[in-house]
């Protein structure tokens, strides 16, 4: 089991951490299997999409910031309400297979991991199955 | 592969099962590996979020309905499509990692069950596997 | 691990993949353990829900449609942001258990693949886990 630190500066952010994934996998020595990538908080989550386009990650922070605004008629009384609905969202884990020491994700896909009460500095659990 | 009953009052409801989940591990004899929590159910979800103060699953509930009404512009007769739509959005499993026999979860982390279309009597099914 | 291909003829479209996983569980000689779906796409996710009524596949695709509408105030160029927020809604992967070499799924359970920014050709891959 990895503990990755990421380090966001931002409240709402998107940070790729496909290649401390990627490197969390080589050092297990998992040639074959399963990487199970988790996510220990409560106001931030993980989920893949493009690696490409910036914008990308942009509007899907424009869209949940629109759509799920930091101000509604919530009671917790923290202030960041919004941060727990969209880490449920996001999910709190995604599962990447492993094939040659390799992460087998498709060619636009990297990992973020998505803060939504930041800026803090994280933690994001990596642990390499071996399987099959 | 054990069997858990999760019995709702409520239309809407999440219900922390972290302890029958901890417990379900614990006599599945598992040290190390990790926990697997299904829903088989299309109008309830599972989702990790805070244990701490209720108002947070409160807060996630009232957004849910807020945003997505039992009443809309839908096809399906049942009158339950909010509950289906809810019910992907959460997602029908979460994976904890096992350690010492134990649920590797955050500080503030439960395991919560989402009731979209109760009350009812639901199961929710957790199998332990031994890994590394 | 098996790579099928899902053909669809929308722009927004669930279909149903049960039977073709179903089919590569059977064909990986698994008869216990984790069948593991994963999306390796960007605009295009998979969940589970109901196969019984085909219009609670239209009133998610309506109310995805509805609240994240193709044209709102997004950067990325290739005009297809809603799509990408679609999918890490939906999720880039489901799990579901083997038992006796068949799904464990719920009296009214299919896995969904959920097509976004169709029609493409697009890949579903399926791998099974011998555990437990």
Known sequence: MTELTVTTDRREQMIDVTSQVRQAVVESGVGSGLAFCYVPHTTAG???????????????????????????????????????????????????????SGLVLGRWQGIYFCEFDGPRRRRLIVKAFPLG
């Open 46 to 100: 993980i989920t893949i999409n493009e690696n490409a386009d910036p914008d990308v990650q942009r509007d899907i922070l424009y869209k949940l910031n629109k759509d799920i605004p930091q101000r509604d008629d919530y009671h917790h009384a923290e202030g960041n309400s919004d941060a727990h609905i969209k880490a449920s969202l996001m999910g709190s884990s995604v599962q990447v297979l492993i094939e040659n």
